[in-house]
């Protein structure tokens, strides 16, 4: 399975901080936002992994000029093209074995997960129609996040009777045939929640809950109030930092 990374944004709601640092490089206890999901993505064997990036792109392609022992590919954005432009894009330039690509993972940077040992992100079996799988958070009733209804394994954006409140943790599989059949093109600028509304109209949008923790770090101050924790990483800084260490040409 491969790894899709979203660095493209402009991360204004972190003000200050990103006037001259794009959000996927700020860090959190020495810790980059991106170097973290990288852990992640190995850690669940994810072999290639892709970034998209536009706003301070230079900044990212310099970090990572230097990660020749890790495949990572970036696809640079002229003009921002969206969550769903973006990874359409990519998915035509980079990946020309698309007729192989079975399903990929998208992963945001600016939500940290602590998954449980056991977790491996992977469509379910129960749905075999379902072209895309989200993880899941119940909603708080003072969030601000987009209000999701999850019932019996199915996501809706609109209230089904019995159905469960939800939000989208940044973490989502597809698989290739979401994309295809559809209007889209290269350099087309497109949010991936258009497509899941047309997926979840079609009935292929499925979901579950997350059992870990999932930290928004994508506003600023949630970022003011965690930024310095000795032990944000919960004891893994230093396997993370190991890690890293192992992607780099010494």
């Known amino acids: ?5 979203l660095a493209a ?4 709601r972190m003000g ?6 794009p959000k996927p490089l700020l860090e959190i206890n020495g810790i980059k936002l991106i170097d973290y ?5 190995e850690k669940w064997k994810i072999e290639r992994k892709l970034v998209n990036t536009h706003y301070l792109s230079e900044r ?6 230097n990660f020749t022992l890790i495949d990572i590919q970036i696809s640079k954005e002229k003009e921002i093209l969206g969550t769903g432009g973006g990874i359409y894009t990519a998915l035509q330039k980079f990946w020309s074995d698309l007729a192989l690509l079975e399903k990929f993972l998208v992963i945001n940077p600016d939500v940290v997960l602590f998954p449980t040992d056991e977790f491996y992100p992977d469509f379910p079996s129960l749905f075999p129609d379902s072209l895309s799988h989200m993880y899941l958070k119940p909603i708080e009733d003072d969030s601000s996040y987009t209000t999701l209804y999850w019932k019996q394994g199915r996501v809706f954006f609109h209230n089904v009777e019995s ?16 994309f295809t059949n559809r209007n ?14 047309q997926l979840s109209g079609e009935g292929q949008l499925t979901g579950e809950f997350y059992n870990g923790d999932a930290i928004d770090i994508g506003e600023k101050e949630f970022y003011d109030k965690l930024k310095e924790q000795p032990d944000f990483f ?17």
């Open 60 to 65: 990212i392609e310099e970090y990572f000029s």
């Open 16 to 21: 200050a901080y990103t006037t001259s640092c």
């Open 163 to 178: 159905s469960i409140p939800c939000y989208y943790i940044g973490l989502s599989l597809f698989k290739l045939k979401a």
């Open 234 to 250: 919960r004891g893994r800084k230093s396997d993370i930092l190991a890690k890293l260490s192992t992607w780099i040409k010494k």
């Open 1 to 5: 399975m491969h790894g899709f990374i």
């Open 9 to 12: 944004g402009f991360g204004k």
């Open 37 to 41: 999901s990288l852990y992640l993505l």
């Open 184 to 197: 889209y093109q290269v350099n087309m600028n497109f949010e991936l929640g258009s497509l899941w509304r």
